[in-house]
């Protein structure tokens, strides 16, 4: 009857849809949102708490190369061959009598051959890359921490999206909807995806709080091989490299929660 059609739209919701639905269960019922949530603060706590133990040699090459920063001209060449009015030679004889400003020399010498290999490289600029590395993780310092992390939270998170169903026998019951199963599983790993891209937003959190923090991320548009340690990479843009870095880690988490998922449809079991 129309009646009842009018009260049965009146009463319904957005958070309704099957979308909704499955979203209530992975972040509320299944408790993804309070495992995020402690993830995230944890994040912010490490990012916080790090420390960068910048020596001597490092706050000479960052003076050094935030001055020069950007495309090399002809201009900047000159000022990395000569500090203020003195040659080098007279430069060189001063620095040489004193241990810290030996120290300073050998940076300088050091952003004097960084300024010379840009000068034969079309379109290089000089790039201040220690925040670059630190972000990049050329050290291997955290990264096999970071996937270990990735694996157990997914593990937790996902473990009881199609799980939960079978213990509870919703499963005949989601077959005999309108939309029928495979809508069903549609929204699931539409949640899961959601879930994923969170993950992988707080699984850089740290890494991109220090570099910008301590040291900076200049010449985002730089290509790849202004940073020495990339020197064999193609002329691509540095912000490119952070994107694939983000699409790269997405991916494998999206992976291994499809992983998860599928076991928790075969096993029916919410846990190992």
Known sequence: PAPLRRIGARHARAGATPFGTELFKLFCVGGAALILCLFGAYQVYDAVQAESYIDADEIYYRYYMQNMQG???AETLQSALASGSLSQAEYSALMMGYDSLQREMGTYQRVLAGAQRAAQLTRCQMVYDTGWLRLFDVADARDAADALAAALLCCVCFAGLFAMEKQTGMARVVCATPLGRSH???CKLRA????????TVLGVLPRFWVALRDYGLG????PLYSLPA???????PLMLLVLFMLG?????LRFMAGC????GQCTGCTSG
């Open 71 to 73: 495309p090399l001209r």
């Open 184 to 186: 069903t599983v549609k």
């Open 192 to 199: 899961a995806a959601l879930a994923c891209g969170v993950l």
């Open 219 to 222: 010449c985002p548009f730089a």
């Open 230 to 236: 990339y020197a064999a990479m193609p002329e691509l």
């Open 248 to 252: 790269a880690r997405y991916a494998a």
């Open 260 to 263: 998860v998922l599928a076991l």
